[in-house]
């Protein structure tokens, strides 16, 4: 069984525990209660540090059996780094760090110390997600966990000068964190678990929160003329599924926010068929779909004051004997003619139909799609920034800085005429592929064609969806990108 994590606050007075947590700041002794504990234990701090070479740098311990006096059996002081000016982005990182030193400790009961000037409701918030991202882990298939012999609850306590506002912060960002694990949990299923009928049996899930949730199956899609989304479901057995989840937190008729995914469950590339070097990464196709729905699930568990709409298009692209061809001519829901000139730049062909439907059937105040589009934008960016391509300013704007206060970084790409006469066809309106010079740019291109003028943005996380480097808060595979830049869209601008 998973090991059960649970994070309370408490007041400064210290009860019994396995482990015992302090902060010391670079060239700092540990202060307030920490510091009481230390002088009590009868501890030389400056012998400690002439010995151990600590310095109170970011990622450094000092981990020691306590002293009989201390109510702990382990105690541990951590680098808190710089003194001042420690940004909340810093404490979701602390809170990754210190989950990372304690997991293999075996302790079942761990109390915090923050009492900083700097430990604000915000802050310690901040640092209980980090502790919850950096204990996920997605082993459901290994016969025997890593972990198996640790305790089966893990009790982490942050005492705190004032508890209660604290874990009212705690509870607001845990939304976030929850969702963030859900659109981990989506990336990380394999392929024959989830497909588009289980995805979208997961988004109607959503509904004990509260979010509407709508699905429309194949002969509906037929009937809105959604041709080029079932053009890349017809090679797969798995029929097609587009979801529609709505969050009603706004007043009653109050224009929506909307945010669309493309969801490919599993992506072979077609008839266009990829290189099998790595092809079962592309379970994770379906990133950006994984993204929305569990940004509807974040808002509906923090009750956003705002009306959000989600869709997703929910297909699987594989090269059987009714696959679309290089060479098809479909129509869209919006009436364009699209020629395939590669089946495996299917993702748009689904976001085409997607983003039409979104726009005329909720005429939002704005649409932001996210797909695991390109792997040209990979070979720009690289994993520590997604590409943003907008026809919006203000929308840009508001993305990159979402993007900076939760360290979900985006870049603004560039768009322009140029481009855009890249994807003429010479046998229908568009094709669905310039080949590969700027390939990211005239993808975005292509989906510019179906906003019909509102404003847009589009997220091409193919380089930070899945597959990139760990960090603090995220030792596993995907890390879930897109929720909490997408909630801070929201949350710092749009809510009433």
Do not use: C
């Amino acid at each position: 069984m998973p090991q059960t994590l649970i994070v309370e606050t408490a007041p400064l007075t210290l009860g019994q525990s396995d482990l015992l947590v302090i902060y010391a700041a670079e060239g700092q002794a540990p202060g307030g209660v920490g510091g009481t504990v230390w002088t009590s234990a009868g501890l030389d701090w400056q012998a400690v540090l002439d010995g151990t070479g600590f310095k109170g740098k970011p990622g450094q311990a000092l981990d020691f059996i306590a002293p009989s006096n201390v109510p702990a059996r382990r105690m541990m002081v951590l680098g808190s780094g710089k003194p001042n000016g420690v940004d909340l982005t810093a404490w979701t990182d602390r809170g990754g760090s210190l989950m990372g030193k304690i997991s293999g400790l075996k302790a079942e009961t761990v109390s915090v110390v923050l009492d900083g000037a700097d430990a604000s409701p915000a802050a310690v918030a901040e640092l209980a997600a980090g502790l919850r991202l950096r204990h996920y882990k997605f082993d459901k298939y290994k016969s025997q966990a890593a972990d198996e012999n640790g305790p089966a609850t893990l009790k982490i306590v942050l005492h705190i000068a004032d508890p209660a506002a604290a874990q009212a912060a705690i509870a607001d960002r845990g939304a976030v964190a929850e969702g963030t694990l859900l659109a981990r949990d989506l990336i990380n299923e394999p392929a024959n678990v989830l497909g588009p009928v289980e995805f979208a049996g997961i988004a109607g899930n959503l509904a004990e929160f509260g979010v509407e949730v709508e699905t429309l199956m194949p002969e509906d899609l037929e009937k809105l003329g959604m041709r080029s989304l079932l053009a890349v479901a017809r090679g797969s057995v798995r029929p097609a599924r587009l979801v529609v989840m709505r969050w009603n937190g706004g007043a009653a008729g109050a224009q929506p926010v909307a945010f669309v995914g493309k969801g490919v469950v599993f992506d072979t590339g077609g008839i266009s068929i990829k290189p099998a070097g790595s092809m079962e990464d592309m379970k994770g196709d379906m990133g950006g779909a994984a993204a929305v729905t569990g940004l509807m699930q974040a808002l509906a568990r923090r009750k956003a004051r705002v009306n959000a709409v989600g869709v997703i298009g929910l297909v699987e692209n594989m090269p059987d004997g009714d696959a679309a061809r290089p060479g098809d001519i479909v129509r869209a829901m919006s009436g364009t003619t699209i020629e395939i000139v590669n089946t495996d730049a299917e993702g748009r062909l689904v976001l085409a139909d997607a983003l039409w439907y979104t726009q005329d059937r909720f005429k939002p105040r704005f649409m932001v799609n996210l797909a695991t589009l390109t792997g040209a934008i990979s070979v720009a960016l690289g994993n520590d920034h997604a590409g943003l391509f907008s026809n919006n300013d203000e929308l840009a704007s508001r993305l990159l800085a979402a993007g900076l206060a939760v360290n979900e970084k985006l870049w603004r790409m560039p768009m322009g005429p140029a481009y855009d006469k890249l994807i003429e066809s010479r046998f229908a309106d568009i094709k669905n592929s310039a080949g590969r010079p700027a390939s990211s740019i005239t993808a975005a291109h292509f989906l510019s064609r179906f906003v019909n003028g509102v404003p847009w943005a589009h997220l091409d996380i193919a380089g930070t969806a899945f597959g990139a480097p760990a960090t603090e808060t995220n030792a596993g595979w995907a890390p879930g990108f897109g929720v909490a830049l997408l909630d801070r869209l929201v949350r710092d601008n749009y809510e009433a």
